[in-house]
């Protein structure tokens, strides 16, 4: 073909990265070894595994099989150089997390062509988006290196970090792992995905280039039964970083739950893309190119659910079959191509078997007149119309390159629509009118929304899952805080002289029963003590009911059970609450939403109510503590005055607590916006009756969270008596309800409640372990203390932002601008 011919036809020409490079360093190290102290060793059973090019299906390289052997010396390397990195100071670590960066840009067109080469992605992609983002990503940590000392004062790394990536973005997901760990003063154990490891090799020679000390980065390839499994379960890992499908994550969750491991999640979406009629719609076309085709879909926030405002349907639609007829599918060193190939075999089978799924439940497929080639996994862009919402290709992850069209009339039908998923990782939201595309961003339960735009990803921006998408984040400030943790956890003597209560912070709490029927619907025990009742009884008044949609409830177990002093004597009564009271408690805590919407200065004022009515009858609550624990009355009485300031801290921060706008580098902001988690379940420790209920209660509800509160079961008069402070102090119905009973039961029931979106328990380490465990069932956040008690009266431990930040999470909207 000569030129005048291309003139004519105006055909695509060839347009081949060459793969010379990146094939002679493969041949140069294979096979590879892991990388484990800066060494490269062979793996302890002598097992390879082959990585393929899914472009060719040819093999590319044999690489080493871990086995559990490689996983503890590759832990016991990161845990000696533990010692070392994380008492090295942020500059030296900035400055190794700079270098990375500088050797990430040197070595840039070697890591394209490998990733492309392993993965299947276009180089475009790798070239333009992959290997930019992972550099960005180290200059952007080694800053926070560099600041952590000044910027995050009383925060430790947590020590060793075991990290699970997946193929869809190999180095970015690394760099998302590695930088932060690295940044905050951790050592890092990484496993790639079988089928990618390739550039994260390269990034372990990158490590031996930049002289990074021994045992800080491992790297260990191999199958997830051997390697992931083993890092997930190892005693010596403190805590797992994961990004992958939600059923494995389900399992990391499980499999880690009561172990104290710190967990982050990214799990899997189903993202909607949203078209308003007064969209540019020739922008959104090539919008939805980017959403479901960049990658090959395999983009855990793919923009795969197409929800178009039904007068402009057709239209879009027409306009967007002719621009698929013009995609182009092929070889992935092909800079001309926009889609590449599938992973892997599996992977593209999977595509199949859902697509078939879709036609067999009705709807209607179309795929452009081409076919894709046939010596690679490949799979042709696919959009399928007529799509009932509650069917399979609605509702599942595809992963691939397949879209779904559904119609809707009116916005709230648009939120509704997009809502309707178990996910919530991301959305875009296309319109002209940015009054209209602002007012619907906060009402889509997703991490990230991109304001006529979509995929957008910056160091800058943290990006993470509500619901079954996962939780924690990772980018911005808020990712730091998912690789270190309080400083004050780490000591474990305590100052008793404030309280002459507790003994030591890492106080082993005894269960406060031993013997739980955890089946048994009423939580009501048998065995309750009737014997242990001591002549003469002391006047019984009244029993506390339960607080359930701001009125008293009666328990629907009809059993009320006994609160005793420290001398066993009986000191009242209070309602025995079942699983019936907590579901009816959940559903007013729903019912009372609106409370987010609320604005900050209401709920403030509340919350200063709050206390100004706790402080009129102060002596009061002081004697009930008394009561209830035999402790002096003065330290009683300073109990009473710390629960009132706690409230006043949280009224302050009810309006303080506020979102940051990023400057990505893009024309644009991003508005990172500090959203309420929903319904939280919370239990109450035994030490400090009032203080420990005020100190959890009230910055959720600060944050616009309702809450289902299970007091101190040992002293639980101190939070029903203010019941009529709550009801004197304009508190809406619903937003605190309050169950007494027995606490494991209790928190069993929340844990395993598919509508409350978080839990806090603070109680026992065997309950953190159930409430773990159980909480795998949503993917609801936890925060449990491990059998750990807090002092809290100490302002570090017992008001932080650390309880802000569990009750808050972090929802980044996109906005670019400029015409
Ligand atoms: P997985 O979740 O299985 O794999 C992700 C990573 O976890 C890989 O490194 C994998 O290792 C490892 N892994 C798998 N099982 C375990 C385990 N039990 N314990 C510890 N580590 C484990 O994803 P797949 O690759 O199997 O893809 C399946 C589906 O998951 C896709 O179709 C897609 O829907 C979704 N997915 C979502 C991603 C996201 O970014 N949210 C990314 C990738 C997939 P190995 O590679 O050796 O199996």
């Given at each position: 073909m000569n030129v005048m011919d291309i003139f004519e036809t105006m055909d695509y020409g060839p347009a081949p990265e060459s793969p010379n490079l990146a094939q002679a360093w493969i041949a140069e190290h294979q096979p590879f070894g892991l990388f484990i102290n800066n060494r490269w060793t062979a793996p302890a059973n002598g097992q390879y595994i082959e990585s393929i090019n899914p472009a060719t299906s040819k093999p590319l390289a044999r690489v080493a099989a871990a086995t559990s052997a490689d996983v503890d010396a590759a832990v016991a390397a990161a845990r000696a150089a533990f010692e070392m990195w994380s008492k090295t100071a942020g500059h030296t670590r900035a400055r190794y997390l700079y270098a990375i960066a500088r050797h990430i840009q040197k070595h840039a067109r070697l890591l394209a062509v490998l990733e492309s080469l392993d993965n299947g992605k276009s180089i475009r992609e790798t070239r333009d988006i992959d290997i930019p983002l992972v550099a960005r990503h180290f200059y952007y940590h080694a800053g926070w290196a560099q600041l952590m000392a000044s910027e995050l004062p009383g925060y430790e790394p947590v020590g060793v970090v075991g990290q699970i990536i997946p193929w869809n973005f190999p180095l970015l997901m690394l760099a998302w792992k590695i930088a932060p760990a690295l940044a905050m003063g951790n050592t890092v154990v990484l496993k790639p995905?079988?089928?990618?490891?390739?550039?994260?090799?390269?990034?372990?020679?990158?490590?031996?280039?930049?002289?990074?000390?021994?045992?800080?980065?491992?790297?260990?390839?191999?199958?997830?039964?051997?390697?992931?499994?083993?890092?997930?379960?190892?005693?010596?890992?403190?805590?797992?970083?994961?990004?992958?499908?939600?059923?494995?994550?389900?399992?990391?969750?499980?499999?880690?739950?009561?172990?104290?491991?710190?967990l982050s999640l990214e799990l899997g979406g189903k993202s909607p893309?949203?078209?308003?009629?007064?969209?540019?719609?020739?922008?959104?076309?090539?919008?939805?190119?980017?959403?479901?085709?960049?990658?090959?879909?395999?983009?855990?926030?793919?923009?795969?659910?197409?929800?178009?405002?039904?007068?402009?349907?057709?239209?879009?639609?027409?306009?967007?079959?002719?621009?698929?007829?013009?995609?182009?599918?092929?070889?992935?060193?092909?800079?001309?191509?926009?889609?590449?190939?599938?992973?892997?075999?599996?992977?593209?089978?999977?595509?199949?078997?859902?697509?078939?799924?879709?036609?067999?439940?009705?709807?209607?497929?179309?795929?452009?007149?081409?076919?894709?080639?046939?010596?690679?996994?490949?799979?042709?862009?696919?959009?399928?119309?007529?799509?009932?919402?509650?069917?399979?290709?609605?509702?599942?992850?595809?992963?691939?390159?397949?879209?779904?069209?559904?119609?809707?009339?009116?916005?709230?039908?648009?939120?509704?629509?997009?809502?309707?998923?178990?996910?919530?990782?991301?959305?875009?939201?296309?319109?002209?009118?940015?009054?209209?595309?602002?007012?619907?961003?906060?009402?889509?339960?997703?991490?990230?929304?991109?304001?006529?735009?979509?995929?957008?990803?910056?160091?800058?921006?943290?990006?993470?899952?509500?619901?079954?998408?996962?939780?924690?984040?990772?980018?911005?400030?808020?990712?730091?805080?998912e690789y270190v943790h309080p400083a004050w956890g780490n000591h474990t003597a305590v100052d008793t002289s404030?309280?002459?209560?507790?003994?030591?912070?890492?106080?082993?709490?005894?269960?406060?029963?031993?013997?739980?029927?955890?089946?048994?619907?009423?939580?009501?025990?048998?065995?309750?003590?009737?014997?242990?009742?001591?002549?003469?009884?002391?006047?019984?008044?009244?029993?506390?009911?339960?607080?359930?949609?701001?009125?008293?409830?009666?328990?629907?177990?009809?059993?009320?059970?006994?609160?005793?002093?420290?001398?066993?004597?009986?000191?009242?009564?209070?309602?025995?609450?079942?699983?019936?009271?907590?579901?009816?408690?959940?559903?007013?805590?729903?019912?009372?939403?609106?409370?987010?919407?609320?604005?900050?200065?209401?709920?403030?004022?509340?919350?200063?109510?709050?206390?100004?009515?706790?402080?009129?009858?102060?002596?009061?609550?002081?004697?009930?503590?008394?009561?209830?624990?035999?402790?002096?009355?003065?330290?009683?009485?300073?109990?009473?005055?710390?629960?009132?300031?706690?409230?006043?801290?949280?009224?302050?921060?009810?309006?303080?607590?506020?979102?940051?706008?990023?400057?990505?580098?893009?024309?644009?902001?991003?508005?990172?916006?500090?959203?309420?988690?929903?319904?939280?379940?919370?239990?109450?420790?035994?030490?400090?009756?009032?203080?420990?209920?005020?100190?959890?209660?009230?910055?959720?509800i600060a944050m616009g969270n309702t809450v289902v509160v299970v007091p101190s079961p040992q002293s639980p008069l101190s939070a029903t008596d203010c019941y009529q402070v709550f009801e004197t102090s304009d508190l809406p119905g619903g937003v605190v309800n309050i169950v007494t009973g027995d606490r494991e039961m209790l928190a069993q029931v929340l844990a395993d409640h598919d509508d409350v979106d978080a839990m806090w328990y603070f109680g026992t380490a065997e309950g953190s372990q159930r409430v773990e465990f159980a909480s795998a069932g949503n993917m609801k956040r936890t925060w449990v203390d491990s059998g750990r008690a807090r002092n809290w009266l100490d302002a570090a431990q017992g008001e932080s932002a650390e309880f802000l930040r569990e009750a808050t999470q972090i929802k980044n909207i996109w906005v670019p601008y400029g015409e």
């Open positions: 995905a079988r089928y990618t490891p390739l550039t994260a090799l390269k990034f372990a020679e990158i490590m031996q280039e930049v002289g990074l000390p021994p045992g800080v980065v491992n790297i260990l390839t191999g199958e997830a039964s051997q390697v992931g499994e083993a890092l997930v379960r190892h005693p010596g890992v403190n805590k797992i970083a994961f990004t992958g499908s939600t059923e494995v994550g389900r399992n990391i969750r499980r499999a880690t739950a009561g172990s104290g491991k710190k893309f949203i078209v308003f009629d007064d969209a540019d719609l020739d922008s959104v076309v090539e919008g939805i190119v980017d959403a479901i085709w960049f990658n090959q879909g395999q983009v855990c926030c793919a923009g795969s659910r197409l929800l178009v405002q039904e007068n402009i349907a057709d239209r879009l639609i027409h306009k967007l079959r002719e621009r698929m007829e013009k995609l182009r599918v092929g070889d992935s060193l092909d800079k001309a191509i926009d889609i590449g190939a599938i992973v892997s075999p599996g992977q593209l089978k999977e595509i199949q078997r859902l697509v078939q799924t879709g036609v067999d439940e009705g709807a209607e497929m179309w795929q452009p007149s081409w076919a894709c080639p046939t010596d690679g996994y490949f799979f042709p862009p696919t959009l399928f119309t007529n799509v009932s919402p509650a069917t399979t290709i609605a509702q599942v992850e595809i992963f691939g390159p397949v879209l779904v069209a559904m119609t809707f009339r009116t916005p709230s039908e648009a939120v509704a629509l997009a809502n309707n998923t178990r996910y919530g990782l991301a959305a875009s939201v296309w319109s002209d009118n940015i009054n209209l595309a602002l007012d619907v961003a906060p009402k889509l339960k997703a991490g990230s929304v991109w304001v006529n735009c979509t995929n957008l990803f910056d160091a800058s921006s943290g990006f993470g899952g509500y619901r079954e998408s996962g939780f924690g984040r990772e980018g911005g400030k808020e990712g730091l805080y404030a309280n002459g209560h507790v003994t030591a912070q890492f106080l082993e709490l005894p269960l406060t029963d031993g013997d739980h029927d955890l089946d048994d619907d009423n939580g009501y025990n048998e065995a309750t003590p009737y014997d242990k009742l001591a002549a003469p009884l002391p006047t019984i008044d009244r029993t506390p009911k339960l607080f359930i949609g701001g009125k008293q409830a009666r328990p629907d177990s009809g059993y009320s059970r006994f609160v005793y002093d420290p001398a066993q004597q009986v000191i009242g009564e209070v309602g025995e609450g079942n699983r019936k009271d907590i579901r009816n408690a959940v559903e007013s805590a729903h019912a009372a939403s609106g409370w987010a919407a609320n604005s900050t200065h209401n709920r403030a004022q509340i919350l200063f109510y709050i206390a100004e009515n706790l402080a009129i009858r102060a002596e009061e609550f002081a004697r009930r503590i008394v009561e209830q624990t035999g402790r002096e009355m003065a330290d009683a009485a300073s109990e009473v005055e710390a629960s009132i300031s706690r409230l006043f801290s949280y009224a302050a921060w009810a309006d303080k607590y506020e979102g940051t706008v990023h400057r990505p580098p893009l024309r644009g902001v991003t508005l990172a916006m500090k959203e309420p988690i929903g319904v939280i379940g919370i239990t109450c420790p035994d030490e400090y009756p009032l203080l420990g209920f005020i100190s959890l209660a009230a910055p959720a």
